[in-house]
């Protein structure tokens, strides 16, 4: 019994030793994976969506407002100017399984707090994530969601101002649909 006990702790020590030393003096540079999106016809659509990003939030946001920004490589000046930027938060439904509901931002939640949640982009490659607090002087609290995914949906010149390839639309269409309706079409993993 001894030996064995003796045993488990030397390969938990080796374990551990082995994992201390092979990560020693490498970066870790977590950058969301950005995947391609195929449209119903199976053909490359040109969408790039992200997998979903854990939130950076605090969990006790103290002041009234604020933010994380996540690095999107293909977002270029180019394509800010030219593209439709969506961006979608979730949070579970129920804590025992991995059921999620999802949102399209901006949103404005009233629970404890009403806050709002958008996001912004001052410059390429940058995607800001916010919450404030609607209420004047209230500190924004708990969030409530705990993930964030961008999709990136391209112009096609030729489509005469509607973005997307063979399944086009309008930017307001594609901004009108849900999450669920966006993951469907382009066949993106929800």
Avoid: C
């Avoid at 404030?132 to 961008?150: A, H």
């Amino acid at each position: 019994m001894k030996a064995m006990k003796n045993l488990w702790i030397l390969i938990t020590l080796v374990v551990i030793t082995v994992g201390v030393f092979s990560s020693e003096g490498k970066d870790i540079v977590l950058e969301p994976q950005v995947e391609h999106g195929m449209n119903d016809e199976g053909s490359m659509a040109n969408i790039i969506y992200s997998d979903w990003i854990p939130s950076e939030f605090d969990d006790d946001i103290t002041g009234t407002m604020s933010s994380f920004t996540i690095h999107v490589p293909d977002m270029t000046e180019e394509f800010i100017n030219s593209g439709l930027i969506l961006v979608y938060a979730r949070t579970k439904s129920n804590t025992l399984a991995e059921d999620y509901t999802v949102y399209g931002l901006p949103i404005i939640f009233w629970i404890s707090r009403q806050h709002s949640y958008y996001f912004r982009v001052d410059k390429a490659e940058e995607l800001e994530i916010i919450v404030g607090s609607d209420q004047p002087g209230k500190s924004v609290g708990t969030t409530i969601f705990t993930e964030y995914r961008y999709v990136l949906i391209p112009e096609v010149p030729e489509n005469s101002g509607k973005i997307g390839g063979i399944a086009s639309k309008t930017p307001e269409e594609y901004k009108s649909m849900s999450h669920k309706e966006i993951a469907t079409l382009f066949n993106i993993p929800q």
